[in-house]
């Protein structure tokens, strides 16, 4: 079953996964870049790498913010009391 803390999962793990690839960027001497038109300079290429770190650990902080984690295999449910 698809729960939404799955789903942000996966898209903090995507964009971590597009922070480390602009971090290599950064590192393999390959800036500027131009690629469709678009020209990544190495100060873009910063901004680029600080805005998606913040998207990773935004996604991440929704996901856990139930406080609950990702799984939740190993949680019993509480007996609901009736009045």
Not at 21 to 41: E, M
Not at 58 to 83: I, M, N, W
């Amino acid at each position: 079953m698809c729960h939404k803390d799955h789903v942000l999962y996966f898209l903090a793990g995507a964009a971590a996964l597009h922070t480390i690839s602009h971090i290599w960027l950064a590192y393999s001497g390959l800036l500027p870049l131009v690629a469709w038109g678009f020209t990544v300079t190495p100060q873009a290429n910063n901004i680029i790498i600080a805005v998606s770190a913040l998207l990773t650990l935004g996604l991440l902080y929704l996901a856990k913010s139930d406080g609950r984690g990702a799984c939740h295999c190993f949680e019993k449910e509480k007996p609901q009391v009736t009045k």
